[in-house]
């Protein structure tokens, strides 16, 4: 199939074959004629796997048969919501490409910035709105956003946004949408709460799946590294200087762990940024354009922080911290071996991580090759515990020590008598 076969307008042909775009992937084969169709749609895809323009693509297409080239007054038809500022970004620079060749005007909005550029772009109107929630909710409530002609509704990210806790966000703006909605809900893995949502407020909807949860990348090389919690950083800095390992994304379980990275990196002369939720929009932004543009090598991310980012040529993708969540591991390798590149997925294991990387292994069903000759192996932290004295040892050694002299004494004073 191509996308000639999907019926699609010569508007968005257009710029799709400047896109270079000939072949849909699966999720947009099976999603696109559904949301064309204009019905509810519940698709469970994976990151990297062409889910944004699996709704963009149609939604435009759905847009631009209402409101055509003409300067109407611009109202709110699409509604996305979307758990991060990056990813929000993400999504609108999408819809701009695909909608260039038409009058369809999109707007992002997100929490952390002034809102006056944003209300002032919501009074000109606008056509497609992406926000994250609790930047939509604050601005409803001031009045700046009018729902009420609304068509297509798209929560993307749902299971993200259930482990960020905006569920009940979520909730609550579905509730403010007209009934007539059209909803489309992407996740990238299918929780029972998010079934439930779907349930509740999707109207017989289309189940589409791809990509299972549990298959990596074909073409991404899988290694793994056991070492010594305090022995990481040192594997890294090895890695990076002796194994020409750049254009490189790391993943951390924490915003902590990933600032402590970039310090250590620093330290030794390696450029090197962090993207996390402490972090301010415009810090994140200009990080990740430093490393879209190959000004530093290295970028440290969070999971959450990382949904956003999207790059086609990633060649390496290092898990500094295992993830407790087996599915989160297949994610972050998928953001590597992307349009038809070839990457490599490197993992650092711990000892108190071993039982979370036997659960990623019987997850994916493949034993990952194990790298064993490199500095900094297990056992390092407990050959040093070994070189640290013994106190009860030693207090033993010294009392001995004591007797002795004081042995030595006493005969020393016997010898003294029996002299004189």
Excluded at 147 to 153: E, I, R, S, V, Y
Excluded at 213 to 228: H, I, L, N, P
Excluded at 296 to 315: C, N
């Amino acid at each position: 199939m191509t996308f000639k076969d999907l019926k699609l307008i010569n508007n968005i042909q257009e710029s799709l074959l400047e896109l270079g775009y000939e072949k849909p992937t699966p999720i947009q084969e099976q999603a696109i004629p559904e949301v064309l169709a204009e019905r509810d749609l519940v698709a469970c895809a994976q990151t990297g796997t062409g889910k944004t323009a699996a709704f963009a693509i149609p939604i435009i297409q759905l847009i631009h048969q209402i409101v055509g080239s003409a300067k109407k007054v611009k109202k709110i038809r699409t509604l996305v919501i979307t758990p991060t500022r990056e990813l929000a970004i993400q999504i609108g620079e999408n819809f701009n490409t695909y909608a260039k060749y038409t009058n369809i005007k999109t707007l992002v909005i997100f929490g952390g910035v002034n809102q006056v550029p944003q209300v002032d772009q919501l009074k000109r109107g606008i056509d497609v709105l992406i926000a994250t929630p609790g930047r939509l909710l604050d601005l409803y409530k001031q009045g700046y956003i009018d729902l009420n002609h609304m068509h297509q509704l798209v929560l993307d990210e749902a299971d993200q946004m259930l482990d960020m806790g905006f569920i009940n966000d979520v909730k609550k703006i579905i509730k403010l949408t007209p009934d007539n909605r059209q909803t489309l809900l992407f996740s990238a893995t299918m929780p029972i709460a998010i079934r439930e949502l779907a349930d509740s407020f999707l109207r017989d909807p289309k189940y589409v799946t791809v990509a299972p949860v549990s298959s990596t990348a074909e073409k991404v090389s899988q290694k793994v590294y056991f070492v010594d919690k305090s022995e990481k950083r040192n594997l890294l800095y090895h890695l990076i200087k002796n194994d020409n390992i750049e254009n490189v994304l790391v993943f951390t379980r924490t915003k902590h762990g990933a600032d402590n990275i970039v310090k250590a990196l620093k330290k030794q002369g390696v450029e090197s940024g962090a993207i996390h939720g402490d972090k301010s929009q415009n810090s994140r932004q200009r990080v990740l354009e430093s490393f879209k543009n190959k000004e530093i090598p290295v970028l440290v991310a969070t999971d959450i922080a990382a949904r956003g980012i999207d790059i086609d040529s990633l060649p390496f993708v290092i898990n500094f911290d295992i993830p407790n969540i087996s599915e989160t591991y297949v994610h972050r390798i998928g953001r590597t071996g992307r349009a038809g590149n070839s990457g490599l997925a490197i993992s650092f294991c711990a000892k108190d991580e071993k039982a979370y990387w036997q659960d990623i292994e019987k997850l994916i069903r493949m034993k990952i090759k194990v790298v064993e000759d490199h500095p900094f192996p297990y056992g390092q932290e407990e050959k040093k515990e070994g070189q640290k004295p013994d106190l009860r040892n030693k207090n033993k050694t010294n009392s001995q020590k004591n007797e002795n002299k004081s042995r030595k004494s006493d005969s020393s004073k016997k010898n003294k008598k029996r002299w004189y």
